[in-house]
């Protein structure tokens, strides 16, 4: 019988469940600190990259094609991409300018 309730659980203690809260409440905390905060930033940038192309700029997109802007509308561009060879992708599909990362580098 005494090794039954040697083997049992102890009981919650009231601070104990506390601690937990607090401890939860950290994990979330440091999450969004390090997680979500930044990635959120980074869209907000990303947007205002593609909200204030113009003509001329030199773009590349999400598929790896490098092009200069010919034409900007709302959801798309006009890229040219040789001499004669014009495609027109969507404003989402742009992720950067390679002239300034020409120039960064």
């Known amino acids: 019988m005494l090794t039954i309730l040697q ?7 009231g601070g104990s469940s506390l601690s937990m809260w607090i401890m939860l409440a950290l994990v979330f905390v440091v999450m969004y600190f390090f997680m979500i905060r930044p990635q959120r930033k ?13 003509k ?10 490098f092009g200069t802007v010919v034409e900007v509308k709302e959801t798309s561009l006009l890229l040219q ?5 014009k495609i027109r992708v969507a404003k989402s599909s742009v992720v950067r ?9």
Not at 42 to 54: M, V
């Open 7 to 13: 083997a049992a659980p102890a009981a919650p203690q």
């Open 81 to 85: 991409v040789d001499k004669d060879v």
């Open 56 to 65: 001329g700029d030199k773009v590349v997109t999400m598929g790896g094609i």
């Open 97 to 105: 300018d390679y002239e300034t990362d020409a120039q960064q580098q």
């Open 42 to 54: 980074q869209q907000k940038e990303l947007q205002a990259f593609r909200d204030s192309l113009k």
